[in-house]
Structure formats: structure tokens, C-alpha cells
Nanobody, 127 residues
Framework: EVQLAESGGGLVQAGGSTRLSCTAS????????IGWFRQAPGKEREGVSC????????KYVDSVRGRFTISSDNAKNTVYLQMNSLKPEDTAVYYC????????????????????WGKGTLVTVSS
């Protein structure tokens, strides 16, 4: 079974930065796309970004492209989401997730395809 554990988040001022981490079991790194979803109050969960560690490919939702960067440290089984130029609308619970699929522009990063979820970590961006 794949296990995912998030860390990071908290309260950040608009324009600031923070980094989320997701430590995953080895099997997730070898066979899965790993990434992040977020859910703001009253809104549906949306895919933010994913990475396929074995291939090095990444994908971003348009609203975060150019501000967020996803990366992986394969030796540490950890995926990072560096979040810069944060906006109040980035406020949400961020969930780490893994899926048995590729992560590139040919595949949708949607919750329907997710096989495992982390418990989530709250990011609050104050204006």
C-alpha cells in the first residue's frame, strides 16, 4: 500500500512563499505519478500539479503555472511543491496524491484517477 505524508503549509502573507513536502513510500516513486490537489472552502478539489519521478515530467494547472514548482528528491522519496507569489485565492487544504498513470500533458491530473491520498495540509494566504 502506498503511504503519503505531507508537511509544510501554514499562514503566509500574499506575495510570500512556502514549500510543501510529501514523503511517499518507495512503490509510489517507482510506479506512480505523485502530485498535489487543493480544496478551498466551498469549492471542488482541483488538481494543482503532478510529477512522474521516474520520467521527470511535470504538469501544472494554469492558475499556478509560473508561480509553483514541483520537484522530487528520489533518494528521499519526497516530492516538493514550492509555492511563490502566493495569492489569497491559493488558500486551501493541499493534498498529496498518487495515481497509477503518467504525468504529462497527455494525461488529466484529476481526483478520479487518484489511488491514494495524504491527509492534507492547510495553506492560508492573508491579504
Amino acid at each position: 500500500e502506498v503511504q503519503l505524508a505531507e508537511s509544510g503549509g501554514g499562514l503566509v502573507q500574499a506575495g510570500g512563499s512556502t514549500r510543501l513536502s510529501c514523503t511517499a513510500s518507495r512503490s509510489a516513486f517507482d510506479h506512480y505519478a505523485i502530485g498535489w490537489f487543493r480544496q478551498a472552502p466551498g469549492k471542488e478539489r482541483e488538481g494543482v500539479s503532478c510529477i512522474e519521478p521516474s520520467a521527470g515530467t511535470t504538469k501544472y494547472v494554469d492558475s499556478v503555472r509560473g508561480r509553483f514548482t514541483i520537484s522530487s528528491d528520489n533518494a528521499k522519496n519526497t516530492v516538493y511543491l514550492q509555492m511563490n507569489s502566493l495569492k489569497p485565492e491559493d488558500t486551501a487544504v493541499y493534498y498529496c496524491a498518487s495515481a497509477v498513470q503518467h504525468c504529462n500533458e497527455n494525461y488529466y491530473w484529476t481526483q478520479d484517477n487518484v489511488d491514494y491520498w495524504g491527509k492534507g495540509t492547510l495553506v492560508t494566504v492573508s491579504s
